[in-house]
């Protein structure tokens, strides 16, 4: 099922009021958050496909915060829309520069702003259906949900696939059990950490018939590595 989970972040409720009716008549599920910190442990338990934030927060500013969830590797990803009072295009571009993929002044319609987060929402889907990793001989097809290894076709269950398809989307970096199972399974998913372990053992299991095994390395006492370069 599609996430349309959306979160919004400004500490006058009764804008976050007007936005998450707005939002939930569109079909939505709204989160709300009046200042970083909440917003901050919504993004944690939520998940939310959008971030509509406002600029002037009390304590951590919203621009403040966009910077911190872009050098977050867990929220990157996630789309930022600005709210904001400043209208001066400076301050826009401030706003881009940190990593918001749109911005919208106040006062604005419900209307537009719902267009704006279907925008981002078809952007962020489509480069993620579009998107296909190749590295160490291997090709993911995220779109058709197949790998290939060479000439050969690669069966995979669909815990290992999604390991595979976060593994060579960050190749060389080291991570632990834990993160695995917040970017692979979700922070919502309560398993053990030896999970982790049994399926990185059948992902093995199939690379290492098609003689790529060592693409998935151990890193004692940290975790574990995808990497093309042995």
């Known amino acids: 099922m599609e996430n349309k989970t959306v979160l919004v972040v400004d500490d006058e409720k009764a804008v976050r009021q007007m936005v998450a009716f707005s939002l939930a008549r569109e079909g939505f599920d709204v989160l709300e958050a009046a200042d970083a910190a909440e917003a901050r442990t919504q993004v944690a338990d939520g998940r939310p496909q959008v971030i509509l934030l406002d600029w002037m927060l009390p304590g951590v500013s919203g621009l403040e915060f966009a910077r911190t969830l872009r050098k977050d590797s867990l929220t990157r990803e996630i789309p930022i829309i600005m709210l904001t009072a400043r209208t001066e295009e400076d ?3 401030r706003g881009l520069n940190v990593g918001a993929d749109d911005y919208v002044t106040k006062p604005f319609s419900p209307r537009e702003l719902i267009a704006r987060v279907h925008a981002v929402m078809r952007r962020s889907n489509h480069t993620a259906q579009e998107e296909v990793l190749e590295a160490g001989g291997m090709r993911l097809d995220v779109t058709s949900h197949r790998v290939a290894i060479g000439p050969d076709k690669v069966s995979l ?17 080291v991570y632990s059990r834990s993160q695995l199972l917040d970017r692979v399974w979700g922070p919502s998913v309560y398993v053990e950490e030896r999970t982790v372990d049994v399926h990185i053992r059948r992902l093995r299991k199939v690379l290492e018939n098609h003689g790529v095994a060592h693409l ?12 093309a370069q042995g």
């Open 91 to 93: 301050d826009k571009i």
């Open 157 to 173: 269950g669909p815990t290992e696939f999604r390991l595979l398809h976060f593994f060579m989307g960050h190749p060389d970096r």
């Open 216 to 227: 998935v390395q151990t890193v004692r006492g940290a975790g574990y590595r995808f990497s």
